[in-house]
């Protein structure tokens, strides 16, 4: 289990709580701090008396890198990922490697998430339509994949690389994707973690968030873009793009949003959600 943490050592002992507590016990959790200035290395000495807890420091060079170290240690026939500010369901490693055992050609098992806010609180139980299988077009369409509820078979890392680094922001969609071009995912319904939504997150920043995801699709589709039919790649990219056209107009962004829309519509004129999105874009909500 790796944890990457950076300036969380307000959240980081709920966070490892939630990890010890679990009720499989047979696990390791390498915790890996990214250059944190705050009273981490601190808050985290009670929890290497159980040797389960393995604790590294590095200078500041962000998130991926430091998932990346971890990976680089881990020596588990599977691996699960949890930031420091998020919550594991006490059940959540039992569930899913029942799972595995019931379905041995699954390689990614993910699951439901709860919204928390900052105290702690449920802010939202509401997820979105999450898919097992080949997931490549769904996943063009937008990520589906929470990292915090997904638990992996290392050899998928190991065939398919790490993080890339070079991103900034949605290095695991960048994962998700490449790993969907050889690999078969498996959504098992329920929530099994909670995500802490915070105004400092860089996910909070949906203008860059769209800017990565846009560049790793390329990506993707230059690479791998052959083991999706074309008609499910229009599919995948025209929601993406009406996905992206709604976010610019609710923010006023009207060229971006034209822009957006006009994409989708190249990719697949006839369908109805492209002209829904056409309509948001026309007639913006007051």
């Given at each position: ?10 959240f980081?002992p709920?966070?490892i ?85 019931t ?5 990614i098992?993910h ?40 638990l ?67 990506r ?59 309509y ?7």
């Amino acid at each position: 289990m790796i944890t990457p943490t950076y300036n969380r050592a307000k959240f980081l002992p709920d966070a490892i709580s939630s990890v010890l507590g679990q009720s499989f016990s047979d696990f390791e959790l390498i915790v890996v701090d990214d250059g944190s200035t705050d009273d981490t290395c601190s808050v985290i000495e009670p929890f290497l008396v159980d040797s389960r807890v393995r604790y590294l420091h590095q200078e500041n060079r962000g998130q991926s890198h430091a998932r990346n170290i971890a990976l680089g240690l881990a020596e588990g026939e599977f691996i699960a990922f949890l930031d420091s500010d998020d919550l594991w369901s006490p059940w959540k490693l039992e569930k899913q490697l029942a799972v595995f055992d019931t379905e041995p050609e699954a390689d990614i098992v993910h699951g439901d998430e709860a919204i928390i806010n900052e105290q702690g609180r449920v802010t939202s139980s509401k997820n979105m339509k999450r898919y097992s299988g080949f997931i490549s077009p769904h996943l063009l369409a937008d990520n589906s994949v929470s990292i915090t509820t997904a638990l992996v078979r290392r050899r998928c890392f190991d065939e398919m690389g790490v993080f890339d680094t070079s991103i900034g922001v949605a290095d695991d969609y960048d994962l998700w994707l490449r790993f969907s071009a050889r690999y078969r995912f498996r959504y098992e319904p329920g929530i099994v973690a909670s995500y802490r939504v915070m105004p400092d997150q860089i996910s909070s920043d949906k203008h860059r968030r769209f800017a990565a995801n846009e560049l790793i699709i390329k990506r993707f589709l230059e690479q791998f873009g052959d083991v999706i039919d074309p008609a499910e790649r229009r599919w995948g990219l025209a929601r993406f793009y009406c996905r992206k056209a709604r976010y610019f107009a609710s923010v006023g962004e009207r060229r971006k949003a034209v822009s957006s829309v006009v994409m989708a519509y190249r990719n697949a004129p006839m369908d109805s959600v492209v002209w829904r999105a056409l309509y948001r874009v026309l007639v913006p909500r007051k």
